[in-house]
């Protein structure tokens, strides 16, 4: 059973896992223009936990302030804090391996958190990563990916206009921890809103533990 989760600087909700525990704990966030009851992150919530892992997806501190509105990037640091103190929460429950990450936005709080300490968390699940605003290509988000040591996955929609999978096949080159891009087809930025099969996405539940390992 689901748990809600409302105090020391987490808000969300805690999906125990539904079979054999794996020993590994994920967070999950959102986008820009959502929060942790977004269709997707649910979906991804429900599929790890079905597979054995804990998985917290929760607000960032911009959307605990408020319920509606984008963050504001003068308070971008407020909400890596928040995935740190998510990540802490969880290490209490997995000390064993965190992975930390999201949509979007949120997704891009957890690489820029890892590129600034890499003990955080031990691996990246990033979904939609926002490479670019739509339709400008130039203005990529890449700055930090050369401080990356923590390994990632990258789950992109095909039809995503945030970045097309060779501007993200290209942009992960510049990471130096091992990465795995993989590719919904058909998938815009909302990643037809979690219908599809995560683990069959990446090859398998081993996955998660073997990219883990430097």
Do not use: W
């Amino acid at each position: 059973m689901t748990e809600i989760i409302d105090h020391d600087g987490i808000q969300g909700i805690l999906h125990p896992p539904v079979s054999e525990a794996k020993g590994t704990g994920v967070v999950l966030t959102h986008g820009a223009g959502a929060d942790y009851r977004t269709p997707l992150l649910t979906a991804m919530a429900e599929q790890m936990a079905g597979h054995g892992f804990h998985v917290l997806r929760c607000n960032l501190a911009f959307r605990q302030r408020r319920r509606t509105g984008p963050p504001h990037p003068s308070k971008s640091e407020e909400d890596r804090f928040s995935l740190i103190q998510a990540a802490a929460f969880m290490r209490k429950h997995t000390p064993e391996r965190v992975i930390i990450g999201g949509h979007s936005y949120g997704g891009r709080q957890a690489t820029m958190v890892a590129a600034e300490n890499r003990t955080v968390a031990d691996h990246l699940l990033l979904f939609s990563y926002p490479l670019h605003p739509p339709a400008k290509p130039a203005q990529l988000r890449t700055a930090h990916f050369a401080k990356l040591k923590v390994p990632g996955t990258f789950i992109h929609g095909s039809a995503d206009s945030f970045g097309t999978p060779a501007e993200m096949a290209e942009a992960l080159q510049l990471i130096p921890a091992k990465t795995k891009l993989a590719i919904v087809q058909g998938g815009g930025h909302d990643l037809k809103k979690g219908k599809f099969d995560l683990f069959a996405l990446v090859d398998g539940l081993e996955h998660f533990h073997k990219i883990c390992i430097p």
